[in-house]
């Protein structure tokens, strides 16, 4: 943590604070340094440690399970294949139950974001100084590094899904009234 942080109530809003990069007031772009300086951002500011966390997570979700995926075998499984099925089959068993249709995209679709979130919420579990502590070794002053923690990250996956589950109702039951 910077120098900054003598209090208990510093060492919070430290820890409250993204890596948010925005346009500047005066018309500059860059990084904000403190809270005030990213509030006055605005609606269009990114918080790059949210979104870098995230991407990250996806990725390694999919070269995990794509890893597994290519070496799959009969016989003696893995235990991380062992895991992949059972989280395949878990998120299968819960479409098959909640989504009476045929649909060659719902349960990929409810794996990807089932692990992501899964993930988002595992990297709770890293100590909490750990890793903002060797991004500001690299000089960087903020980083949340559990991305479900953001509001604009839950919030966008909970806007996003909730226009599959209405897409995905209305194609559905156009396809029903067509038989």
Do not use: C
Not at 1 to 7: C, K
């Amino acid at each position: 943590m910077s120098g900054e942080v003598t209090t208990p109530s510093d060492y919070i809003k430290h820890h409250l604070q993204n890596l948010t990069y925005g346009q500047h007031p005066d018309g500059t772009w860059g990084v904000a340094h403190t809270g005030q300086e990213a509030a006055d951002m605005g609606f269009w500011a990114i918080h790059l440690d949210s979104m870098g966390w995230s991407i990250f997570l996806g990725l390694m979700f999919l070269l995990v399970f794509k890893s597994v995926a290519n070496r799959v075998t009969t016989g003696v499984p893995s235990g991380m294949q062992n895991f992949v099925e059972m989280v395949v089959e878990f998120i299968d068993d819960t479409v098959k139950d909640t989504f009476g249709h045929k649909n060659k995209l719902i349960a990929p679709l409810a794996l990807t974001i089932f692990m992501w979130v899964f993930l988002m919420n595992f990297m709770d579990l890293i100590p909490v100084d750990f890793i903002p502590y060797a991004a500001q070794l690299m000089g960087i002053g903020h980083m949340k590094v559990v991305p479900s923690t953001d509001p604009n990250i839950t919030l966008g996956m909970s806007f996003a899904i909730f226009m599959l589950i209405l897409f995905y109702s209305f194609k559905v039951g156009h396809l029903l009234k067509q038989r």
